[in-house]
């Protein structure tokens, strides 16, 4: 007798019980069917049915973990991506507004204000779903970097398993290759040349709000705190205790000495 089971068709010699012969009577043309796996599963392959249930459990719960981490990342990357021209928009309109201002004045002002505050309106909409992404896929990196810190680190990576694997040096200077990319020029010519210490991080408050002396110090200590707090969202994906206190910490201290 053959049967389609979540395992594989099976073609066996176990003759299962009459309410199994029941539950099989549409196992014809390989059609989807109710029935007891356990008691079939444990006749078919004895121990080790339990071990192949689980295993594949895990596989199925790892690959819708997967899919929807990926399709989250993609969102956040055209989020912060739509912000981005958002931003732009909103601070070209606003010095057109200012140029029209200088020159005359005219009812027309009045339609840029009303643009200007749609925009506004909708960015602010945009930011709060990033937030809202962000603090399901990631409430580590948004425990320590903020949401839109972390938006903008996952985007500029490509996702948030790049950023995982990322190391801390790569992640402090991101967003900074341009400044990089120019010191090591004048470096190679023989000509003195300042490193670029932060990039994106340095829109944090505990970064920029440190004289420039101690920017360094922080910025190469929040990098390693992404770092470990990015792994952990997406191997682990739970909020883990106590980074954020062991970097405010570090900030506490650097500020008071």
């Given at each position: 007798m053959s049967y389609n089971l979540w395992f594989g068709n099976f073609n066996g010699d176990v003759e299962p019980s009459n309410n199994l012969k029941r539950s099989f009577k549409s196992a014809k043309n390989n059609s989807p069917i109710p029935f007891n796996i356990s008691e079939l599963g444990m006749k078919v392959l004895g121990g080790d049915y339990y071990n192949l249930l689980r295993k594949t459990a895990i596989e199925v719960a790892e690959e819708r973990v997967e899919k929807e981490l990926k399709s989250d990342d993609k969102y956040v990357i055209a989020l912060v991506k739509a912000l981005e021209e958002l931003e732009e928009a909103i601070n070209t309109l606003k010095e057109k507004k200012e140029d029209l201002e200088v020159v005359r004045e005219t009812e027309v002002i009045g339609e840029f204000i009303e643009g200007i505050s749609s925009l506004e309106k909708l960015k602010s909409k945009v930011e709060k779903e990033i937030e809202a992404v962000m603090e399901r896929i990631a409430p580590n990196l948004v425990e320590i970097a903020s949401p839109k810190i972390g938006a903008k680190l996952i985007e500029r990576f490509g996702s948030l398993e790049n950023l995982a694997k990322a190391p801390a040096s790569k992640i402090q200077i991101i967003g900074a290759e341009r400044s990089l990319y120019k010191a090591l020029a004048r470096l190679r010519k023989g000509k003195e040349a300042k490193m670029p210490k932060?990039?994106?991080?340095?829109?944090?408050?505990?970064?920029?709000?440190?004289?420039?002396?101690?920017?360094?110090?922080?910025?190469?200590?929040?990098?390693?705190?992404?770092?470990?707090?990015?792994?952990?969202?997406?191997?682990?994906?739970?909020?883990?205790?106590?980074?954020?206190?062991?970097?405010?910490?570090?900030?506490?201290?650097?500020?008071?000495?």
């Open positions: 932060h990039g994106i991080i340095f829109m944090h408050g505990f970064v920029r709000n440190l004289p420039k002396s101690k920017r360094g110090k922080m910025a190469r200590f929040l990098a390693a705190k992404i770092s470990i707090a990015s792994k952990i969202d997406f191997f682990r994906g739970e909020l883990e205790e106590g980074l954020y206190e062991s970097l405010k910490n570090r900030y506490e201290e650097l500020r008071r000495t």
